[in-house]
């Protein structure tokens, strides 16, 4: 009986052929352009006002800021020590104050911006 030899078929792998997508170049993302912090300004210098006796009050004469959105904080000084309580624009001099010269401290703030601190000067002491 002859024998017969089964033939085998050669297999072959499959060749990948390269993608021929055409290759996209990114486009670059614009940098933003920073928006500058607006600046607080002011006119002159805040001022002490009123009678410096012990029992009348006194306030802060304002001065103009810009832009009008500036939120503004006040520090009553006496003798350079803080004034426990005092942050607002006028303060009623109690017998505490006497014979203490008067400064305040007004800090001008807005968002995105530098902080803007102006001092009165230094008023004459309380009196009685």
Same mark, same amino acid.
């Given at each position: 009986? +002859? ?15 390269? =993608? @021929?997508?055409? =290759?996209?170049?990114? @486009? ?19 001022? !002490? %006002?009123? @009678? ?5 009050? %006194? ?7 810009? +832009? =009008?959105? !500036? ?11 803080? !004034? ?21 401290? !007004?800090?001008?703030?807005? +968002?995105?911006?530098? @902080? ?5 000067? +230094? ?6």
């Amino acid at each position: 009986t +002859p024998t017969t030899t089964p033939t085998t078929t050669p297999t072959t792998t499959p060749t990948t052929t390269p =993608s @021929t997508t055409p =290759s996209t170049t990114p @486009t670059p993302t614009p940098t933003p352009t920073p928006v500058p912090a607006p600046a607080i300004t002011h006119s002159g210098v805040p001022r !002490v %006002v009123g @009678t410096l006796e012990v029992g009348r009050v %006194v306030r802060v004469r304002r001065v103009d800021f810009s +832009p =009008s959105d !500036v939120r503004l904080r006040y520090q009553w000084r006496a003798d350079g020590r803080k !004034v426990r309580g005092a942050t607002k624009p006028r303060l009623v001099l109690t017998r505490s104050l006497l014979g203490s010269r008067l400064r305040v401290r !007004v800090t001008a703030l807005l +968002p995105g911006a530098p @902080t803007v601190v102006v001092r009165t000067r +230094p008023t004459a002491r309380v009196r009685a």
